[in-house]
DNA sequence: CAGAATCCCCTTCGATACTG
DNA sequence: CAGTATCGAAGGGGATTCTG
């Protein structure tokens, strides 16, 4: 469902329809681990594959490498080979397009906390919507 | 999957892991329309709930439906009943919580703009931007 | 170490029909 | 007008296995 409305947007992007701002906006972050990807990547360090399976708990090998790409081919972060010893590595880190929507997630987290607040406060927190 | 997440930080949040702020706002946008529906209702006035089956392309009932009770229930927009007439009417607004994300909505969509603005110019998702 | 390839599951969406 | 109910289809995610 993610990678539909970022298809969908990329299509319409690339018709010509530019009418999609905010979803183009939405679809690079929008995915189980990209925020959490793209958080970690805020402050400059690169990242290699495998601290991200340790960082991030429970992915599978498989869906971080496709978070990953898919954030590559948004132009979000970018990729660094290199070889240490025998060893080829990988290392992972945000790109100049990438850096400049960390604001908005830093918003994100901001509204998050602050909404956290109220919930402990008055937790009208409905799992469910039986009520009314 | 949305749903997946919604549900999950709403568990997080009500077991006391609070540790999950963009998460949280993330999912009070995150599903099929509803950047759509808020960014309507950003003007204030509130909108019918067949006016939004007119405003949104392909809805079906079913899952706008889904889509409003979902934002009811994590407190961005509200319902009001009335009777017009003999007909029974329903109106959708945003709360005030509902208000406060609308900053969010508005980084995004500008951000979106400018990023599509650099597409027009490069019109490739990857690559470029001078490379460190 | 960093993936790629499979297979299966589960949710979510879409279409249609029905209700108060 | 404003939903509900039900069924089917599609696609993303998880676990596992294989590769250079």
Chains 1, 2 share one sequence.
């Not at 469902?1 to 906006?25: P, W």
């Amino acid at each position: 469902m993610q990678e539909d409305i970022r298809q969908k947007v990329k299509e319409r992007i690339q018709s010509g329809d530019f009418d999609c701002a905010k979803e183009l906006t939405m679809s690079m972050f929008m995915g189980k681990h990209k925020l959490f990807i793209l958080w970690e990547l805020r402050k400059g360090n690169p990242i290699h594959f495998n601290e991200f399976t340790r960082l991030i708990p429970n992915v599978s090998r498989k869906v971080l490498t496709n978070q990953l790409n898919e954030l590559i081919q948004d132009n979000m972060i970018k990729k660094k080979d290199y070889d240490e010893g025998n060893v080829k590595r990988v290392s992972y880190e945000l790109t100049q397009t990438g850096k400049t929507i960390m604001p908005i997630l830093e918003a994100m987290y901001q509204w998050g906390e602050n909404r956290i607040e109220e919930l402990k406060i008055s937790p009208n927190y409905q799992t469910n919507s039986s009520e009314n």
